[in-house]
């Protein structure tokens, strides 16, 4: 299925905290934008070759804008500089999606932590999960108050459910509290920095933890192909039966790239999910930091930026 793809026009650009600006994005005709649900994001293409994904957190209901939330990041590949310093209200973007990969799934209970930016995919979530009913609790952490975006709008669930620690007042988050003792049925859902989701990882039972990462999930190097973990192997394009040798050190994408397909691609770290490819024959050796456990296990899609074969062949639908 293709995805939407339109130029949009930036009607609002408003401080949500310290260092954080928030946009809100409509069709300049006044279309209608396609629907989303809780956790997806869009890819915003600011200039040539500044492309950046930005996660959706305004009311999934109101199809006539989208909000994202940017976070000046000095040290950063001058995406959020160039909103910050460059993009005004008038101004247009091309704006592709909505994708997700950090859907919220059914469950009577959930526990949200969010770091720093990372509050923005679980915003809407909070939402959903309010008018379904199921029971919630959001541990939220950040620098400074003053550096975390939308306390605001969570106020109106009150303190017994929302607990906002600065790192300036309260020290590192305590996720024994929350991770600890999670009843059946609970799923937790995190979003922040990496050292964060990496401690989340390391105390949440198996199976109940969904995360979303900005930056690329550390990998422990190993052999995982029959060749080393970066040994030749080809891949066929399922589409025109071409056969392409991925050499070692060479990722799938610049392979098929240098060999003239087009293919849609942004972050090129496999965080992103923009290159996400059906996979025909095969099994891939993933390495982004997207798909799920399940989603690894069925080996259907692969990113192709990142990830690799185990074994000497793949089969694209390329």
Request: charged share 25%; net charge negative; hydrophobic share 35%.
């Amino acid at each position: 299925m293709s995805l939407y793809e339109a130029e949009l026009v930036v009607t609002e650009r408003v401080p949500a905290a310290d260092g954080v600006l928030a946009l809100t994005l409509r069709h300049p005709l006044g279309e209608d934008l396609p629907d989303w649900e809780p956790g997806a994001h869009v890819d915003v293409v600011l200039g040539p070759g500044l492309e950046r994904q930005f996660s959706l957190c305004g009311d999934p209901g109101d199809r006539a804008g989208w909000r994202v939330a940017v976070l000046r990041e000095p040290a950063g590949r001058g995406g959020s500089a160039y909103v910050h310093e460059r993009l005004g209200v008038g101004d247009k973007v091309r704006v592709r999606g909505p994708r997700n990969h950090f859907r919220l799934e059914p469950a009577p209970r959930y526990r949200f932590v969010a770091g720093g930016i990372g509050i923005t995919p679980i915003l809407p979530m909070l939402a959903a999960a309010e008018a379904a009913g199921a029971e919630w609790t959001l541990l939220y952490g950040g620098r400074t108050r003053r550096s975390m975006a939308f306390t605001g709008e969570l106020a109106r669930y009150g303190g017994e459910r929302v607990t906002v620690a600065p790192q300036d007042v309260t020290g590192l988050l305590e996720l024994g509290p929350v991770l600890d003792d999670v009843p059946d049925g609970t799923l937790v859902y995190c979003c922040g920095p990496g050292p964060l989701l990496d401690a989340v990882e390391e105390r949440c039972p198996a199976g109940v933890l969904r995360v979303e990462r900005f930056q690329p999930k550390n990998r422990q190097d190993g052999a995982d192909g029959e060749d080393g973990e970066d040994g030749e192997f080809e891949v066929v394009l399922g589409r025109s039966g071409r056969t392409l040798t991925v050499a070692p050190g060479v990722s799938v994408l610049d392979t098929v790239r240098a060999a003239g397909v087009e293919v849609l691609y942004s972050c090129t770290e496999g965080t992103c999910g923009t290159c996400e490819t059906d996979v025909l024959e095969g099994t891939p050796d993933h390495r982004d930091s997207v798909l799920g456990e399940e989603e690894r296990a069925a080996g259907e899609t692969m990113l192709i930026c990142v990830s690799r074969c185990r074994g000497r062949r793949l089969v694209l639908d390329l």
